[in-house]
């Protein structure tokens, strides 16, 4: 079963405007973390926001916050003010428990218009 | 500055030429391990390594092999590389204390024809 999924393949924004992209998450484990990244054209994973399991509040990180619904097991991640270097694939992926890997969803590619 | 350090960026080989990709990293982290990404697949992990000499498979490590020597160093091999290894590459370390600290290479973008 996939443990992240990202249902969005491609969204497009208008510059300024909000954009949230979808995450949900499949694990039995009580501690999680869950990760975004941005990949721009040039191919480096850039680390945007993190968000453990246990955290009561909502991580955010400047224009980025992460929505955590943990009953509805989704971590969606709001880009607020979008620019046009907000163009790239977001990866939404989860650490569980004692294990060091990431499971990453398939990604989403945001363009912003101007 | 910490990094981790992929060489080469982009490689075009021919199947069945051995080659390797190596991944160096100066933040003395214990953990590191190395992920393929596909379109519509996103990245899947291939190897890992916990320690020096330690090692152990990923998801998706068939026609691959690592090694753990030194705890900077964590060169990817593909003994014999296939049309269908075509993808981009990335290694990533993480210490063991910070559940979050992950740092990616820059990635490796192999063609194989």
């Known amino acids: ?43 480096e994973m850039i680390f945007l926001i993190y968000q453990g399991s246990y955290d009561e509040q909502n991580a955010t990180e400047g224009r980025y916050s992460l929505n955590f619904q943990k009953a509805r097991k989704s971590a969606n991640l709001v880009i607020s003010a979008s620019q046009l270097g907000d163009s790239a694939m977001y990866f939404c992926a989860m650490r569980e428990g004692d294990d060091y890997k990431l499971s990453f969803g398939a990604g989403t590619t945001v363009t912003v218009r101007a | 500055e910490a990094q981790v350090t992929q060489n080469p960026r982009y490689l075009i080989t021919v199947t069945g030429k051995k ?48 090694s753990r020597k ?22 990533a370390s993480r210490e063991t204390r910070r559940h ?10 192999l063609t194989v024809v």
């Open chain 2, 19 to 66: 080659l390797t990709v190596t991944c160096s990293q100066n933040m003395n982290h214990e953990y590191m391990s190395w992920y393929r990404q596909d379109p519509g697949l996103g990245l899947r992990q291939i190897y890992y390594s916990m320690n020096v000499e330690v090692t152990d498979k990923g998801d998706v490590p068939e026609g691959y092999k690592v």
């Open chain 2, 100 to 109: 979050y600290g992950y740092t990616f290479g820059s990635g490796t973008r």
């Open chain 1, 1 to 43: 079963a996939q443990k992240i999924t990202q249902t969005q393949p491609g969204m497009f924004v208008q510059e300024k405007e909000a954009v949230t992209l979808d995450c949900t998450y499949d694990t039995s484990d009580q501690s999680y973390g869950l990760f975004w990244y941005k990949q721009p054209s040039s191919g």
């Open chain 2, 70 to 91: 030194e705890k900077r160093n964590f060169p990817l091999i593909l003994e014999s590389p296939s049309p269908n290894q075509t993808s981009l590459y990335f290694c």
